[in-house]
């Protein structure tokens, strides 16, 4: 397991601690849904928290506890995958914000690993935050904050993330099950930032994650590409951007 200096955990400190911090907070927001055979259920959540991890541990900014769940219907075609409807998840991250602003934190860094799906209630619950309680916050999704890396189709399970769990948790890659899968091209949207086609308009669709599962057990690019190179590449490119996310934040 890949060891990390010790992060600032919200669940950990106390009132006092709490009471003396400078106001930014990082919540990390995930998934647990099936990502293929030879990935855990949640890695969509260790991205986020392993990001947040690290980042917390650079410069001691607080992260509260992970939102495990996100809206993942077009997933449920493969066991394990749990699906939350996207406005309780809305007025989940909205509560949280509320509570930690009432306490003083002005600044919200939301880790987002299980992209499009999740933003558009994350853009909701921290549109309506901002309003209501005069606060910040800031979406930081991995995928459009590293694709000038230009390391990997996106797509799920594929290259990239496996590469990234090789750094965060290497125990849980199972490399003897990695398959992989060469969808069909879409003609409008891809949800790829690096792609001319990319655009949150993109539909999840259980037909095709069905499809996706018969051909593949839910695979969509190409695993087998995957390496610790590429993993350490890109993890320190998300963590340096997090930091620089956050040494900004304090500067205005």
């Not at 010790?6 to 647990?32: F, H």
């Not at 969509?44 to 991890?53: C, F, K, N, R, T």
Request: a negative charge; proline letters at 6%; charged letters at 30%.
């Amino acid at each position: 397991m890949r060891k990390v200096k010790r992060a600032k955990r919200l669940e950990e400190l106390t009132w006092e601690d709490v009471e003396r911090e400078e106001g930014i907070i990082i919540i990390p927001v995930g998934s647990v849904e099936q990502h293929g055979r030879h990935l855990p259920l949640g890695t969509d959540s260790m991205v986020a928290i392993g990001l947040a991890e690290e980042a917390s541990a650079r410069t001691g900014v607080p992260l509260a506890p992970p939102l495990w769940y996100g809206w993942s219907p077009h997933h449920m075609v493969l066991p394990g995958t749990v699906t939350v409807r996207p406005e309780v998840l809305e007025e989940l991250l909205y509560d949280i914000i509320a509570s930690l602003s009432e306490h003083g934190f002005k600044h919200f860094i939301i880790i987002n690993g299980h992209r499009v799906v999740n933003i558009p209630w994350i853009q909701l619950a921290s549109a309506r935050a901002k309003e209501d309680f005069g606060i910040e916050v800031y979406i930081f999704d991995p995928a459009y904050a590293s694709k000038e890396l230009k390391i990997g189709e996106l797509g799920h399970a594929e290259e990239i993330e496996t590469s990234h769990m090789m750094v965060l948790k290497p125990e849980l890659v199972r490399k003897d099950k990695i398959e992989d899968s060469s969808p069909e091209e879409s003609f409008l949207y891809h949800f790829d930032p690096a792609s001319p086609k990319d655009t949150l308009c993109y539909i999840p669709s259980r037909r095709k994650m069905e499809e996706l599962a018969k051909k593949s057990g839910g695979v969509n690019g190409k695993p087998s590409k995957a390496s610790l190179e590429i993993g350490e590449r890109y993890h320190e490119h998300l963590v340096a951007r997090l930091v620089e996310l956050i040494e900004r934040i304090r500067g205005v």
